[in-house]
């Protein structure tokens, strides 16, 4: 699938998903996965999505099949919702429902905040909007990555992320596996920036609709958590699957898709 130039530094690689009724004209879907991750890894999610919308899913910079930023550049929730609104512009996707996970939630969430004219609904699924609480844990995970590199770090880091059994056999092995690929730089680019993310004091002024989606067992979005944002968001619906750890989006994928579905089918594209 196609690739585009963002800016000098960028070729954004994406890929599109459509199987509405070949007579419409589908509302648009753009997904944006998290740390270590690509489009690849929203696989299970398109034939619910791409039924009924026209499914963009991009490689974050420095990820999948998009270009490896030169070693000055600065990953943030900003320079990365900024890679969004760009990608957007270029295909002249002016409205559309933002759906993001882990970290790409994070970074769509900001982007929700900075540009509520461009969506019409955010999925916000398994991804924190503060990494306050995990500031005595982040150094080590930098210092992992730095010492040991992705792999060890990916493998050291899985742990929360699944329940062995309530997944596919083989499902996290593949997931480490696919995490430990992701470039050195990019990967500690993302996460030793992590600790300074909080997105708090925006959440009351984030008025498209917005669905989260959490895991009970989650250690890093527990459900007390969630409920306090969907409190602090003037128009959000909360979705707690029961007995899950904090990767949903992976080990209950069809549920997960059926609901944001029915979220962004009700939100409307008007």
Known sequence: MPDIRIDSTLDMHYEVDDFTDPWTNPPIAVMHHGIAKSSRFWYAWVPYLARHFRVYRVDARGFGQSSVPPPDFQYSVDSLGKDLLAFMDKLNLRKVHLLGETFGGTVSLKFA???????????????????????????????????????????????????????????IDWYQEQMSKANPRSVMGVVSQLADVDLTPLLPRVTVPVLIIGGEKSIMTPPAWLEEMRQALPHAELIIIPGAQHH???????????????????????
């Open 248 to 270: 949903v989006q992976a080990a209950f994928p069809d549920r997960c898709a059926q609901e944001a579905v029915t979220f962004m089918l009700k939100a409307g594209s008007a």
């Open 113 to 171: 905040h900075d540009h509520p004219d461009r969506l019409h609904s955010l999925v916000f699924c398994a991804a924190p909007h503060t990494f306050a609480g995990l500031k005595q844990r982040l150094p080590q995970e930098v210092r992992t990555l730095r010492e040991h590199g992705v792999a060890t770090w990916a493998r050291e880091t899985m742990y929360g992320r699944f329940d062995r059994g309530q997944v596919p056999a083989g499902l």
